[in-house]
């Protein structure tokens, strides 16, 4: 199942300060006392709740809590947690509670995001989190009135939401990998094309029970899931075959493929209003899971954030990996443990102010760990307006200039196959957890498709300087197909030296593991062909016709160094990552017959750009 920040107790790091060894007949202390309660929402409904809190510390303590759909802590944790160790300097009653329909608590856990309680007994997430808030600040003993709520992922969620209906005491939230619209992007989507193997695994352990059970791909989990999804054929025998509707999120994706009401009313960020409690957002432009939301989540609170309330932290991480050392990315090792930083010089003094009154306001609106030169960066907005757009140009040679190609009608094409598509990390792929290449894959090197007749690759001299990006990438491809459907998948690479490090040798694997030469993806993302004119109605392409693709790449903050070289690589399959696209257009593309499978000629012509946002 997914990452979870603060559940993590039973396994404490060993980064935790140094202490005298006790003496052999002393047995150390226990770091907290353990308490399971069923706090009742205004239905009636009751939740499974944890409460942990500090025996070292005394007087009235703010309490922390997390709300969660993959299990509450079983006891006490033998010792502080490594990414709470911060945070327990100061002290805080620590409570932990699954939602609805998880494990012991009461009702059903739709994975609605939808804002609509009617009446008042009517509930949603919002009222959960409110509900919640009241009963902890007004039954558990030795509080102090303050609130907070965070976590990453589904509980990043679960606490930003709160900020739509925040209860009075509700006085700090830090929503980290949180998400806003399950369509646009993140878990589920990515501009409307499936997240297949992702939605698989992940639904699966969520819906089809309560204890996170993961799939068994019917009765053994293959070795290369690619092979085991194009055996498959088109996504509604994913249902059909195997799930057979216990997995009701995975049922609605399929009868929904279109941005219709069902998911519009979900984005419950057109419920937020003016922002009123302290808010930490948490990113990393490295998340394989959810990278999207967060950008989102703070850009409608910034929109009315008259009292500088609202700020954001990103850097070059995975998903929770600032939850850690955060020293690397992937195999790329940088040595500064920006983890370490976020936690002890950002999080912790963020709730402590809030919550204990202690030290001083925080002060920045955006702080960000720049991949590249591996520092600490300060911007008063995001994105930074010191940034200039600069269109980066794919030219007809195969090469990336800053100039435009003097003929606009030069091409380069490929042919897209979707009985051999495009895989979206090296084979074989496992399933999703729990595997270290799952939580790295946005970061691998891209040499293993670089020549691959169905990618094209453009490739810049070495830089004579320094080229720093800092703010919203995007990219415009001027593309045709000789389908009436497709995917244009666009990725922006940092191309290492082939100096970059020492030529390894040894042991076995390591040499084709070098880092000379590897291709660092920066940014990555896709546009399906069938919602260019329309996310809410989709519409077939015209054969042959070239047509501008937009492709928005995300917030990203990275130096290109002197040396090395920026590459482009396009692509129109993602697998199985993404579910195929047939190619032939038809009305709800999960239902594709295997006949509607076909191949494709792409054509990829002048005026295709990537615009990067230079600092100079």
């Given amino acids: 199942m997914k990452f979870v920040a603060l559940a993590a107790l039973a396994a404490p790091l060993s980064a935790l300060p140094a202490q005298q060894a006790p003496q052999a007949q002393q047995k150390p202390a226990a770091p907290f006392t353990y308490e399971e309660v069923m706090v009742p929402m205004r239905d009636g409904a009751k939740l499974q709740t944890v409460i942990l809190r500090p025996t070292a510390k005394t007087g009235k303590l703010p309490i922390l809590l997390q709300r969660t759909p993959y299990g509450v802590p079983a006891g006490a944790p033998p010792a502080i947690p490594a990414a709470m160790r911060f945070l327990m300097a100061d002290g805080y009653i620590l409570v932990f509670q699954n939602m609805r329909g ?15 309680a009617k009446g008042p007994k009517g509930t949603d997430e919002a009222t959960d989190g409110y509900d919640s808030v009241d009963w902890l600040v007004k039954n558990v003993a030795g509080n102090n009135g303050r609130v907070g709520m965070m976590g990453v992922s589904y509980p990043g969620y679960a606490a930003a939401i709160s900020l739509a209906r925040p209860h009075p005491a509700l006085k700090a939230v830090s929503p980290q990998a949180a998400w806003n619209d399950w369509w ?26 309560d204890r996170g059970e993961d799939f068994d791909y019917g009765g053994k989990v293959p070795v290369d899931t690619y092979d085991w999804f194009l055996k498959l054929g088109p996504v509604e025998n994913l249902d059909k075959l195997y799930f057979k509707g216990s997995v009701p999120r995975l049922t609605e994706m399929i009868e929904h493929p279109d941005y219709d009401d069902f998911w519009k009313r979900q984005r419950w960020t057109d419920k937020l209003g003016r922002t009123t409690v302290p808010t930490l957002h948490v990113a990393g432009f490295w998340d394989q899971e959810d990278p999207l939301g967060t950008w989102k989540i703070y850009e409608k609170m910034e929109a009315q954030d008259p009292n500088g309330l609202n700020m954001i932290v990103a850097g070059p991480w995975a998903h929770g990996t600032w939850r850690g050392p955060g020293s690397d990315v992937g195999y790329i090792k ?3 443990e920006s983890g370490i930083d976020f936690l002890r010089d950002i999080e912790a003094p963020f709730f402590a102010h809030w919550l204990h009154g202690k030290g001083a306001r925080p002060a920045f609106e955006a702080r960000i760990f720049q991949s590249g030169s591996w520092e600490w960066k300060s911007y008063p907005k995001w994105p930074a307006p010191a940034a200039t757009a600069t269109n980066l ?13 003097a003929d606009a009608a030069l091409c380069r094409e490929y042919v897209s196959d979707p009985a051999n598509p495009v895989p979206f990390r090296e084979r074989p792929i496992s399933r999703t957890y729990p595997s270290q290449e799952w939580r790295w894959w946005e970061a691998a090197d891209q040499r293993f498709v670089d020549h691959r007749p169905d990618v094209l690759s453009y490739v810049s001299a070495p830089l004579e300087a320094d080229l720093t990006v800092t703010g919203e990438v995007t990219a415009k491809l001027m593309a045709s197909t000789s389908g009436t459907d497709s995917d244009m998948v666009v990725k922006l690479i940092d191309v290492l030296p082939d100096d970059y490090e020492q ?11 070098t880092l000379n030469g590897y291709q660092f993806p920066i940014a990555m993302d896709v546009r399906r062909g069938r919602y260019l004119q329309s996310f809410e109605k989709a519409t077939p392409l015209v054969a042959n016709q070239v047509i501008a693709w937009d492709v928005p790449l995300r917030s990203h903050d990275h130096v290109f160094k002197k040396g090395h070289r920026i590459m482009v690589q396009v692509q129109s399959s993602w697998f199985p990552m993404l579910d195929r696209n047939p190619q032939k257009f038809v009305p709800n593309i999960y239902k594709a ?24």
Avoid at 399 to 405: D, G, K, M, V, Y
Avoid at 503 to 513: C, K, Q, T, V
Avoid at 593 to 610: H, I, L, N, W, Y
């Fill in 102 to 116: 998880q494990f012991k608590s009461d009702g059903d856990f739709t994975m609605s995001m939808a804002i609509d």
């Fill in 184 to 209: 646009i992007h993140d878990d589920l989507h990515r501009y409307g094309a499936m997240r297949l193997s992702y939605a698989t695994d992940w639904l699966f352990s969520l819906q089809n029970n």
């Fill in 334 to 336: 940088f040595g500064k």
């Fill in 393 to 405: 140009y794919l030219q007809p040679d195969g090469s990336l200039s800053f100039t435009a190609p």
């Fill in 503 to 513: 030529p390894r040798s040894g042991a076995l694997g390591d040499y084709p593991r």
């Fill in 593 to 616: 017959k295997p006949e509607d499978f076909v191949k494709a000629t792409q054509r990829v012509c002048g005026g295709s750009m990537v615009t990067l946002p230079v600092i100079r």
